[in-house]
Nanobody, 124 residues
Framework: QVQLVESGGGLVQAGGSLRLSCAAS????????MGWFRQAPGKLREFVVAISWAGGTTTLADSVKGRFTISRDNTKNTVYLQMNSLKPEDTAVYFC?????????????????WGQGTQVTVSS
């Protein structure tokens, strides 16, 4: 069992930055691939970025390439999402998720555990 708790969301102006954190419980955190998804009002949940269990491989959605970076610290059981050059269209609830798999990471169904989400609002 893995429990995930996101933090770091908030209100920021367009062009600004935020850093989200996702703290995981459990000793097996380092064996999970981790991902971030987001869901805007009235829209489906969409993939943002993922990182392999060792941190050597990352996968990003085209909409965030060059702006968002994912990293993880397995000694702290934490994964981070650094978001730069934020746009109003990045406004959403951001969720972190853990997957026991190493592939198909952009697919939400691949993930076994989900956090409750943290709100990110980007004003124009």
């Amino acid at each position: 069992q893995v429990q995930l708790v996101e933090s770091g969301g908030g209100l920021v102006q367009a062009g600004g930055s935020l850093r989200l954190s996702c703290a995981a419980s459990g000793r097996t955190f380092s064996t999970y691939s981790m991902g971030w998804f987001r869901q805007a009002p009235g829209k489906l949940r969409e993939f943002v970025v993922a990182i392999s269990w060792a941190g050597g491989t990352t996968t990003l959605a085209d909409s965030v390439k060059g702006r968002f970076t994912i990293s993880r610290d397995n000694t702290k059981n934490t994964v981070y999402l650094q978001m730069n050059s934020l746009k109003p269209e990045d406004t959403a609830v951001y969720f972190c998720a853990a997957s026991a798999y190493a592939d198909r990471l952009p697919v939400a169904g691949t993930y076994d555990y989900w956090g409750q989400g943290t709100q990110v609002t980007v004003s124009s």
